[in-house]
């Protein structure tokens, strides 16, 4: 027997109103943002873009407020902020959308809804709605918060009565179980609630629960019975998959059927899914094949690779000739010692014997040091061997000491070498997918079988990737921001072999970085500066001031070597167009 039974409806419900507002939903459309408002009718829209800050103000004329709530805050997809709702006159919903900038926008209405579109300034989202998805231990419906509001009370009823007035309140057939009739509800106060969740809270206090048929009756029973018909059922269904791979997606649905019942099955020619299990299992899966299979935001990613090598090198060293002025004899043996490296090279000119007069014959310069006697005479060369080669500055002195004369070649040489190396690789590529570029060559390396000492012994040939080359994997964040994680290499193969092989040389940038869209980053940098210095000389006199550098040679030769490597990333946005 019922005690005491109370039901209200919720201010925010108005029979006589010719239009509820009944959801909000925010999705992705290939590029593009689509907010639907979905109404119990006709509407006729109204709207303007305000700015400082940027919102789009949305007038439904003949709808009444039927959202939960007033404000949705946090949104933060597809540039919607958040959303703001107010009856704004008699029959006149006001929504207001905090956008994150100012963009050009449509509104379309047709008899159940009101859609504004609009470019999605970032990546593809996952949708949104103010409609709420609950359960209760079991398949029950999906459950709006823009369902009629209801406050009852209950302190002795039986549930059928409960029922029955469910039923009348919300318009609705429901047909319970035999014997839900015995179920007696007791202590029941909710306050303000969709009728459908006080409805489930109800139910769920006895252990009971429902679920609705295609025709839109609800079916009332015993959780253990909704469950084990839910496992009795089964459904097929066909997926097709555009823009994942369907094996991807199968593997992750495998997890999610029900062990030893449920099937997924990929097919690649067609990348479909193929599902099999309960009809809720089924249902569960295609949500989230939907959250899954989305189209994914490409992004161009630039790189600069500069190297440069440079190379300075200084050389100074003094040679020294001694020989008899009056030895003709002597100085034609050294030049006999000292062939021309061309016999068919014009004869070069020289004084040869010191005498001041120019002799013919044949000379050719050496670093060794040489001795020359004939007679009472004698000719030398000394010091030969630390003397520049190729020298771009020789100057020739000459001292008399009696019957001798001491000749010294002053030789200087100076070179600067420079090596400048500059790769630019660009690639494009699929969010959260890999990408290598490389522009080298691939070097093959014979490598005897471990242990091997015979001629006998297997060889394999292995591959070494040398030249510019670029790995990268991008993840593009919610904020339009992108994580990449990258590798960057410039190698070669350095001339002569090693005892164990060849030798490569390597320079390497390995990282993981958050850029913004277009931001340019140096992700690595090396300089490397190695100077050698060396003197040679008559120990003693190479030391004197002043005049010790006529008794050494000196040679000095800087190496630097600069790496930076540079990236900037692009996100590639999808024109209405569809460019």
Known sequence: MISRAVVAFAAAVAAASPAEMREVRIASEGTETEITVVVGGPATPRHMMLTNPPRLLLDLQGVNRGLARRHYDRIDRGGVIGIRSTQFRPETVRLIFDLDRETAYRVTADSGAVRVTFRNPGPPFSPWSTTDVRSASGPLPVVQETEPRISVV?????????????????????????????????GIDIRDQPWDVALNAILSAQNLGWHRTDGGI?????????????????????????????????????????????????????????????????????????????????????????????TDVQQLGIVYDLKERAGDFVEQGINDVIPAPDPNSPPQLVDVDGDGTVDQGFVQRTNETLVSLGGTAVAALANANDRPIGPALQILTAVAFGEFSLFSFLEALESQQLSDVQAAPSIRVVDHAHARIQVGERTPIRVLERGAQTESARVNVDFEDTGIILDVVPHVTNNNQIRLELMAERSGLKLGLSDVGFVFEKQIGETTLLL???????????????????????????NLPLIGSLFRSTKENEVKQDLIILVTPHIIHRQPDGR
Request: proline share 3%; charged share 20%.
């Open 154 to 186: 209950y302190d002795s009823a039986s549930m059928l009565d409960v029922l029955a007035g469910f039923s009348e309140f919300a318009d609705i057939s429901v047909v319970p179980n035999g014997e839900v009739a015995s179920v007696i509800v007791r």
């Open 516 to 542: 913004d869209d277009g931001e340019t980053a140096v992700i690595g940098g090396l300089t490397l500066s190695e100077v050698s210095r060396s003197r040679s000389g008559i120990p003693g006199l190479m």
């Open 218 to 310: 609800i079916v009332v029973d015993w959780m253990e019975n909704l469950q084990a018909r839910d496992q009795l059922l089964s459904e097929t269904r066909v997926i097709r998959i555009n823009y994942a791979r369907a094996d991807s997606v199968a593997e992750t649905l495998r997890h999610l059927a029900t062990p030893n019942r449920g099937q997924v099955v990929s097919f690649a020619g067609s990348n479909t899914v193929i599902v099999t299990d309960a009809p809720s299992v089924v249902a569960r899966m295609d949500t989230i094949i939907a959250a899954l299979d989305r189209r994914l935001p490409q992004v161009a990613i630039e790189a600069k690779i500069v190297f440069v090598d440079r």
